[in-house]
């Protein structure tokens, strides 16, 4: 009987896969692509179901999971009852004679011979070479069977294992289960075995492997009456196979052998083998109900004097005071109008970061790299090392002489990393989020300061921005979880939404999510009347302290054009680390 697709099939197979949803037009998203879960990055909501057509598809392209829904249900074993109960093939239930081969073979695997007559293994009739598991239901009828070549040559063989067709998959060891106590479940037969071997009563393994669950069914009303089950599956890329299936299907009780039990071994048999009974043992009785991975006890949690928080200090003794310096693990959102001096705040806080021996990432989507540099060399380098001539207008001009570039640049060399905007991906390699770039220069470069400026030319970047304001929302929220992981400092440049008097929180352009997801907000403004001053910095939101300096409490600030500088009122010239190792140049001492 053909099938029709129903959105109520879509939904109920959500459900029966526990993934999490939200219907969008005519789509129904998924969180995580049930197939790649999202890649390395977690990328969500990347799969939806068209709930007219029933087409599916994952937009990862490295994952590029796609089809009609009929074939989604059967890769995840959704029963869409279409309308017939299968029909398996009755087996001839004549008595299993036990063979000499299968015994020999399966002492080689640590298995006994009671073991193997208790389990009726033996070989076929028409090649010795072939071990067979017979699987019985609880009726002691025989329903499936298994095969598996002793002597199987890679590339010349075509199966190692396989079954008889048409058969009705149930669990191995079901007959010889004792009571409805404990079930000790593992993937292979051989892995069942060795858990038997152990004198454990209750050993089962799966009929067809971990992805396979058509077995669950067929076997729901026996399995569902064990007070709890043990999966025993194999310890494969850091997961125990079966376990998060079985722990979302099954009713009872579901506890997982313990990583750490498993003693870096694969499975159940290379246990016993390697490390003997009692090993086996132990596993399963330390078995426990795996922890969520994303709840903790908060008692166990570290607690931190956040004073005593690392920083890097801005040096701008206000500000310093106000938030505590640019404390590791946080998002600060910088702010202002435009032209106002945003980009020059965020380069003078880079030089305070590489001052403090801090490695550093600049993404800036305005200026070319070599923009950005003269303007982080001026700042570094100071009133002394900067030549001042008039121009024929009678302006200034200021330029700093080719050794004292170049010494700069060694101080900060293999420190200071700046994004590539002309890197576009190689001929059909993926396209790099800048937060998978950051992450990676995080890791590759030990860089503790990220600064992006600014919001709107980094979401060129991401690219699913069709929805900017969930793009951006998730960008920032991206940028926090980066933070918090690494222990890093991420300054965020953004426009304001409107020019008003006052700044407040809710002034930045974009997603409001932006300004909820910052830990500091603070807006850079120039002003004018003043006579100490020409600039103040408003600090709007602030997490971790709670003090605010807005309207006539804002930290007023000057700004040297020579220097490009920005500091606080009468406070003595700054020196960075590179004057240290200043070896002059007979042309460029200082002026
Ligand atoms: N008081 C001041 N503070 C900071 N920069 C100033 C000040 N006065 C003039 N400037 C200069 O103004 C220019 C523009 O500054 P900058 O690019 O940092 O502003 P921005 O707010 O980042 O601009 P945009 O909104 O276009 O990104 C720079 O050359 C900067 O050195």
Redesign the pocket.
Known sequence: MSYEFKTEDAYGLARAIGADIHEKGDELFFKYCPQCRGGGNRDKNTFSVNLKSGLFKCFRASCDYHGHFVELARDFDYDLGFGEKRVYRKLPQKPVVVRNGAIEYMAKRGISSEICRKYELTTRTDNKDILVFPFYDETGTLQFVKYRNMKFRKGIDKNKEWSEAETMPILFGIKQCKDFDRLIITEGQIDSLSVAECGFNNAVSVPTGATGFTWLANCWDWITKFHDVVVFGDNEHGKITLADTLRARLPQTVKVVRKKDYLGEKDANDILLKYGKQAIRAAIENAEIPQLENVKDLALVQSVDINALPKIKTNIPDIDRLIGGLVMGQVILLT??????????MSQLVCEALDQRENVFIYSG?LADYHFKR?IDFQLAGTDYIKAIQNIYGDYEYTIGDGVIRQISDWYKGRAYIYDNNWLPEDGAEFESLPETIEKVIKQYGVRLVCI??LMTAMETVQENDQLYLAQSNFVGQLKKIAVKYDVVVIL?A?PRKSKLEFDNDDVAGSADITNKADVVMS?E?IENDDTC??KLSITKNRLFGKYATKDKAIKLC?S?RT?R?FPYGLYPRHYGWEDYFQPVEEELPL
């Open positions: 202002g109008k435009r032209g106002h001096g945003k980009s020059t705040f305005e303007w400026d600014n440049v426009h850079y120039r020409d600039s700004y054009e490009k920005i």
